[in-house]
């Protein structure tokens, strides 16, 4: 097990100055401004303290919840999976695939198929969208689901005081490749609005991911901000059908169900800063499906992909959002932001 310890200089004393000296960039390139630190959990600490901070932070950084070696196994495996077979072109030729070291391809060539294609204005297209499809219900991520979806699962259903808790089948797998535009603001409840906002995410970093490489940040105290967006967005979707009204996608949302693309700007307009973290191998960080969060861009000096999935939990004992018992992709899949008869687009569209 890792710990926070083993990295003191990623301390949460860092002064603000000290901050800045990261140079640490929103998913769009544009410099953050004002950035903090997320505070790091332990599986020490007593539950009761976990879901207290769980509540009062919209999330909770757990340090090396996961097996290290386990979690790099898996990065090993995708970039195999997408180097043998047909190449997409990701890694750098004669690198080691543990390591993920970026070719410097175009970035928009790797960029995840549905709501960040279309964001960016692209077709789901291309030798790595066809992989990306199969990667994710290939072998080596399935089992990978299911090492995981037992301890998780039991976590989270402490956390939540969750009756039946349950792991959604529609998992995402996802990579940041260095100098590529990557995740939107948003808040998850934006794709999870046909069941109340109780479900709980899972970020899982498939690798070691340092301040520059391109990790998830959260706007600290952000909860309230999601919700009343969520409640804005309701109000506007009154008159549109039940289906419309649920959908990310509506002609409400901006394209691919995001609500900005300039975190800095967005972070400066509420008055929040951007919490960033050092990632390891092992950690898994559970965010509030109203918790505003984004992408920081990787600029990792070594070239290194950020390679990483998000898992959702929900109570199967309560109402939730049954778009998402589907394999994530797959023609059955109902959420792919490129496949909506009704891709958003009225507010924003870029
Ligand atoms: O990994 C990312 O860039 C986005 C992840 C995310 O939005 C989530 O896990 O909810
Ligand atoms: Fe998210």
């Known amino acids: 097990m890792t710990t926070a310890a083993a990295h003191p200089q990623i301390s949460c004393s860092l002064d603000k100055n000290e901050l800045q000296n990261f140079g640490m960039k929103a998913g769009n390139g544009d410099p953050l401004p004002d ?7 332990t599986m020490d600490l007593p539950m009761g303290e976990l879901r207290k901070r769980y509540n009062e932070d919209g999330y ?24 043998e077979n047909g190449d997409t072109g990701i890694l750098a030729k004669g690198t080691d695939p543990r390591d993920g070291i970026f070719s410097g391809e175009d970035w928009r060539n790797f960029l995840l198929p549905g709501a960040l294609r279309v964001f960016n204005g692209l077709s789901d297209e291309g030798a790595f969208v066809d992989k990306a499809f199969k990667a994710h219900v290939a072998d080596f991520y399935q089992q990978f689901k299911v090492n995981v979806e037992k301890p998780l699962r039991e976590f989270v259903g402490e956390l939540r005081q969750f009756r039946d808790p349950m792991l959604l089948k529609r998992t995402l797998l996802r990579c940041n490749v260095p100098g590529g535009e990557t995740t939107p603001v948003h808040y998850d409840q934006i794709f999870l609005r046909d069941g109340p906002p109780t479900s709980i995410t899972a970020w899982i970093p498939l690798g070691d991911c340092p301040l520059a490489g391109g990790g998830l940040m959260y706007l600290d105290n952000s909860v309230p901000i999601g919700e009343k967006f969520e409640a804005d967005f309701s109000e506007k979707s009154k ?8 959908s990310a996608f509506n002609k409400n949302m901006m394209a691919g169900g995001f609500i900005d693309r300039n975190a800095a700007k967005f972070g400066k307009y509420w008055g929040r800063r951007w919490l960033v973290a050092h990632y390891e191998a092992g950690d898994v ?25 998000d898992l959702r939990f929900v109570d199967q004992a309560e109402p939730f959002d049954e778009r998402w018992l589907y394999e994530a992709y797959q023609d059955s899949d109902p959420n792919v932001a490129s496949r909506q008869s009704q891709v958003s687009g009225g507010n924003g569209r870029r």
Not at 285 to 309: D, Q, Y
């Open 35 to 41: 950035i903090g630190l997320l505070k790091p959990s």
């Open 60 to 83: 909770l950084w757990m340090k090396g919840i996961l097996d290290e070696e386990k979690v790099l196994d898996v990065r090993e495996q995708y970039f195999r999976f997408m180097t």
């Open 239 to 246: 008159s549109l059908t039940d289906e419309e009204r649920v």
């Open 285 to 309: 960080v559970f965010h509030n499906p109203f918790k505003i969060h984004a992408s920081c861009r990787n600029e990792s000096p070594e070239g290194i992909i950020r390679l990483s999935t």
